[in-house]
């Protein structure tokens, strides 16, 4: 790892319409657009999901990590998340977010590791320490 | 001392391979951090060469609150951090750790110096592994 602090940049170019284009060196471009709940068209990548999708893949490659330094085999991860956004005290926020890890091992003897590694993914992730909005993990283990 | 000797002299003392040694020493490094504040896991960090700085630091956060764990359950976490089957065999390997850690940081008991400081916060149960560790080695 580089030493801290790391800066992260993100070019968005828009126009009346609902849809942008998110770009940055070296990157593919990612279009957005308001989600369907707020009247967005539905069809790109929307905040919203692009939070959650933070949230999702920070969680994954802090998993990967210390994975790798508590050398646990693993043969997948994957991941469902949930984000609920609602009017809070007068302000629409995301109120909560759920992931749903599924971590599939060999051994079911690991099975109390892989639990507290992922618990300690969650405790680590930057993207997750970053926010106000509580995270909920509701991890599964598969054996084979 | 750098991080390959490190590893090296956990895995003599607690008779395992190198491979072993460093999930134990990552466990360990990961529990006691956390049982310190920030701010002295920080200070005991500046006193580590940078390969085990970095692993001593890693996953750490500044507004993290303190993990109030006596020993027991600080034995509990590393075994089940480290996949080690049995608390007795928890306590070797964190007081193998404890040992070679109180060396880089210059401490031959483990109350010299940063090492102290450390020492400091920890509950009576942990101060003795600690002390014993020192004493062991």
Known sequence: ?144 | MNERSFVRQVAERADCDERRAETLIFAVFQELRDRLTPKEASDAAAQLPMSLKMLWMSFDRPDRKVRRLHEGQFLREVARMAGVDDVNEAEVAVATVFAVLQEALGSSTGTEGEAWHVMSQLPTDLKQLWLSAGARA
């Open chain 1, 1 to 144: 790892m580089k030493p801290l602090p790391h800066i992260y940049r993100v070019h968005l170019a828009g126009g009346a319409g609902a849809h942008a284009v998110l770009s940055d060196a070296g990157l593919p471009e990612l279009q957005t657009a308001p989600p369907a709940d707020f009247d967005g068209p539905g069809d790109a990548w929307s905040p919203e999901h692009l939070l959650l999708a933070a949230v999702e893949s920070c969680f994954l490659f802090t998993f990967q990590t210390i994975a790798r330094n508590s050398k646990l085999a693993y043969t997948s991860l994957e991941l469902s998340g949930e984000g609920i956004v609602d009017r809070k005290e007068g302000v629409t926020r995301f109120s909560a977010i759920v992931l749903r890890p599924t971590l599939r091992l060999t051994a079911s003897n690991e099975r109390d590791r892989a639990m507290r590694i992922m618990e300690k993914s969650e405790q680590a992730c930057l993207v997750t320490a970053s926010l106000s909005t509580p995270v909920r993990l509701e991890p599964e283990i598969i054996i084979g």
